[in-house]
């Protein structure tokens, strides 16, 4: 399967932005699909998991009430929509499958990475 983040931009602080990613060359309608960040001089980054029937999802504590993940399986498509932006969620964002039922947080236990997408939140 191939992944494509897309959305990201430049927003100022406050504002919001709704990533996707879509995936081709198979359904991921039973894969968990994570999302990660990477900030310049960091270590990729837990955000957000969603279970293939989209019922269980799993946020990072300082994602919570700011983000929220979603999907289509018509669009076999995962959206993350990001509110509240900080200055601090500046990062590249990256979306990840897997075929399981679990909602890992380690980058380590996801099989397929899209090429990831810039968010830049001004101050």
């Known amino acids: 399967v191939q992944l494509q983040a897309s959305g990201g931009g430049l927003v100022q602080a406050g504002g919001s932005l709704r990533l996707s990613c879509a995936a081709s060359?198979?359904?991921?309608?039973?894969?968990?699909v994570g999302w990660f960040r990477q900030a310049p001089g960091k270590e990729r980054e837990f955000v957000v998991a969603i279970s293939g029937s989209g019922d269980r999802k799993y946020y990072a504590d300082s994602m919570k009430g700011r983000f929220t993940i979603s999907r289509d399986s018509a669009k076999n498509t995962v959206y993350l929509q990001m509110n509240s932006l900080k200055p601090e969620d500046t990062a590249v964002y990256y979306c990840?499958?897997?075929?399981?039922?679990?909602?890992?947080?380690?980058?380590?236990?996801?099989?397929?990475w899209g090429q990831g997408t810039q968010v830049t939140v001004s101050s």
């Open positions: 990840a499958a897997r075929l399981n039922y679990a909602l890992p947080t380690s980058a380590t236990s996801y099989s397929y």
């Open positions: 060359g198979r359904t991921i309608s039973t894969d968990t």
